[in-house]
């Protein structure tokens, strides 16, 4: 197949399309936000318990994983099989902005009501121990170590949400090219 022949199957998707890729792209985004909270409540754990790290790894490690699966779901039940590389990328990208905001939204909540200063103390006991002491000091990295935790202290919980809605949003925006290239599928 040719350049040519990709561009001459292209059609404008119909706003029935565009609602119904919006509506799962919305429950897929639910999905995602599920994992991503889960992450977050097992890096908080993480912190006093090594395998909850570990698991808050796996499931961030988990989530191009998810967003591939749901797309294939949402080519082979909603579209009959068949999807652009365009509108696979759409929809993961809507994918992650929708998960993004509902994480933002329990990040949001958790440092406002929940944290009270537990994670920045964490952070703060780390790298208080001697080991970690010498270690920057070797690196010569403590200066600027201190004054990253200074910038995290001073973060607001509306700041935490929406960097990681960001992040999340910029994540689906690159994911988003390799799982809509190895999820698209032409009719045959």
Same mark, same amino acid.
């Not at 990709?6 to 429950?27: D, S």
């Not at 696979?88 to 902005?97: D, G, K, N, S």
């Not at 960001?166 to 690159?174: E, P, Q, R, S, V």
């Given at each position: 197949?040719?350049?040519?022949?990709?561009?001459? =199957? !292209?059609? &404008?998707? =119909?706003?029935?399309? $565009?609602?119904?890729? !919006?509506?799962?792209?919305?429950?897929?985004?639910?999905? #995602?936000?599920?994992?991503?909270?889960?992450?977050?409540?097992?890096?908080?754990?993480?912190?006093? %318990?090594?395998?909850?790290?570990?698991?808050?790894?796996? #499931?961030?490690?988990? =989530?191009?994983?998810?967003?591939? %699966? /749901?797309?294939?779901?949402?080519?082979?039940?909603?579209?009959?099989? +068949? @999807? +652009?590389?365009?509108?696979?990328?759409? $929809?993961?990208?809507?994918?992650?902005?929708?998960?993004?905001?509902?994480?933002?939204?329990?990040?949001?909540?958790?440092?406002?009501? @929940?944290?009270?200063?537990?994670?920045?103390? !964490?952070?703060?006991?780390?790298?208080?121990?001697?080991?970690?002491?010498?270690?920057?000091?070797?690196?010569?990295? /403590? /200066?600027? &170590?201190?004054?990253?935790? /200074?910038?995290?202290?001073?973060?607001?919980?509306?700041?935490?949400?929406?960097?990681?809605? =960001?992040?999340? @949003?910029?994540?689906?925006?690159? #994911?988003?090219?390799? @799982?809509?290239?190895?999820?698209? !599928?032409?009719?045959?």
């Amino acid at each position: 197949m040719v350049i040519g022949d990709l561009v001459n =199957t !292209k059609k &404008m998707m =119909t706003p029935e399309e $565009y609602v119904q890729l !919006k509506a799962f792209a919305r429950q897929d985004g639910a999905l #995602m936000a599920l994992l991503w909270i889960g992450a977050l409540v097992c890096y908080v754990q993480g912190l006093t %318990n090594a395998l909850m790290g570990l698991a808050a790894v796996a #499931m961030i490690v988990a =989530t191009p994983f998810l967003a591939a %699966n /749901r797309l294939r779901h949402f080519r082979d039940e909603a579209r009959g099989g +068949s @999807i +652009s590389f365009g509108r696979a990328y759409a $929809y993961t990208v809507l994918v992650f902005f929708y998960g993004g905001l509902l994480l933002a939204a329990a990040m949001f909540v958790y440092f406002y009501f @929940i944290d009270g200063g537990y994670l920045m103390g !964490k952070y703060q006991e780390m790298m208080g121990t001697e080991e970690n002491r010498r270690l920057l000091d070797a690196l010569g990295m /403590r /200066r600027e &170590m201190e004054e990253g935790l /200074r910038q995290l202290a001073d973060m607001r919980a509306i700041d935490y949400a929406l960097n990681m809605l =960001t992040a999340n @949003i910029m994540a689906g925006m690159l #994911m988003g090219i390799p @799982i809509a290239a190895l999820k698209m !599928k032409h009719e045959t």
